[in-house]
């Protein structure tokens, strides 16, 4: 779980407008700050299988996040990915 401090400096970087909470970049920062934090989390605790489960379930979110972005906004999407440093 991201700390709300961590979450709103993210949303601050990544907003497209002042009050932007659900925009496609916000929500795919958000989603890759929380899969690295689980990441770190799985390293620690390799037995930890239902946070796996849940590890699973944010990356094809944000996959499926990704994709409409893909479809909708191209260049957005490859300058997020470049910045996020996402394969």
């Known amino acids: 779980m991201i700390s709300k401090e961590k979450k709103q400096e993210v949303i601050k970087k990544y907003a497209t407008k002042e009050g932007d909470t659900g925009s496609c970049e916000v929500q795919i920062a958000i ?9 770190e ?3 620690a605790n390799p037995n930890d299988n239902h ?3 849940g590890l699973l379930k944010l990356v094809n ?3 499926n996040l990704l994709r409409y972005m893909e479809r909708t906004n191209l260049e957005g999407y490859r300058a997020l990915k ?6």
């Open 31 to 39: 989603l890759s700050a929380r899969i690295l934090e689980l990441t």
């Open 41 to 43: 989390h799985l390293k």
């Open 51 to 53: 946070s796996r489960r």
């Open 61 to 63: 979110h944000r996959k």
């Open 82 to 87: 470049a910045k996020l440093n996402i394969r």
